[in-house]
């Protein structure tokens, strides 16, 4: 049987932006696109998870990250207006050395509590998604989920746990249980616990270190990226990479049995 492995990164990049320094939220530095290819460029990835890039009219910063890559397949889904920059529209992005097929883009329900944030000031709307495709048969997922913390809630209790029970009867409804590799900005660190469903029927595996993927979130928060595998995925090493950013890099060399890689395409292939 043969036997492949790829690797495969998820990123929170912020609009392509470093931060100044970890103390304060929302502090950001001016855009970096070189930054975050570089980063990239040293782990070799072969499908990249982005959340909160920056697209608008002219730009695509996705596209531009793959094209510094040499990465012709780029996937990108707006879900809502940026925080960081008003020119931009925040977006999940795939990028990808492989020619994916779309199936779905599944934006999570809006909370019926809102978002206040605690000086009582409503925050705007930001809708959170999930990018469903597939590759050789394997469901490749990107996902970001509301970051309640910033609102003084949580996904174990009360409201949050309400909202917790809406996103994983819609991973139930739209995702096969196998074979899956599903990453992304989950805003939350135990997993298991949140969704004990998903957990249960879907026997995921994380092959990511359990150490902190932010630097500036307390220790119960502190892992909030994650890469969530199919048992029949095996992995052969994972890694958190701090980075001068809100969220650090990370990513997965993964084994998979049995999968034929089909040359790419010379054209390549992108949406929206």
């Not at 909202?163 to 196998?178: D, P």
């Not at 616990?193 to 026997?203: C, L, R, S």
């Not at 307390?218 to 990226?225: A, R």
Request: hydrophobic share 35%.
């Amino acid at each position: 049987m043969r036997r492949t492995l790829i690797t495969v990164a998820t990123w929170n990049i912020a609009g392509a932006r470093k931060i100044r320094g970890a103390d304060k939220h929302f502090d950001y530095a001016d855009e970096d696109v070189t930054y975050f290819a570089d980063c990239l460029r040293k782990i070799s990835p072969d499908i990249i998870y982005l959340q909160e890039s920056h697209t608008n009219d002219k730009r695509v910063i996705a596209r531009e990250i793959a094209e510094a890559l040499d990465m012709k397949y780029v996937y990108d889904a707006v879900a809502s207006p940026s925080h960081i920059d008003p020119q931009y529209q925040l977006s999940n992005a795939i990028i990808s050395r492989f020619p994916l097929e779309h199936v779905r883009d599944v934006t999570y329900p809006y909370p019926d509590f809102g978002y206040t944030f605690a000086d009582g000031r409503p925050a705007k709307r930001h809708d959170k998604m999930m990018q469903i495709y597939e590759w050789n048969g394997i469901q490749i997922i990107n996902t970001q989920l509301p970051p309640l913390h910033i609102f003084g809630k949580e996904y174990i209790s009360g409201e949050g746990a309400r909202l917790a029970a809406q996103i994983e009867r819609l991973w139930r409804e739209n995702l096969r249980q196998a074979p899956f590799i599903f990453g992304g900005d989950f805003n939350l660190s135990n997993l298991a616990d949140t969704f004990p469903t998903f957990e249960m029927e879907y026997e995921f595996c994380e092959p990511l270190p359990d150490v902190p993927t932010r630097p500036d979130l307390p220790s119960v928060m502190s892992q909030s990226d994650h890469i969530l595998t199919s048992p029949n995925i095996d992995f052969d090493d994972a890694e958190v990479i701090a980075t001068q950013t809100d969220h650090y890099l990370c990513y997965a060399r993964l084994k998979i049995n049995g999968v034929d890689f089909a040359p790419p395409d010379d054209k390549p292939c992108t949406s929206r």
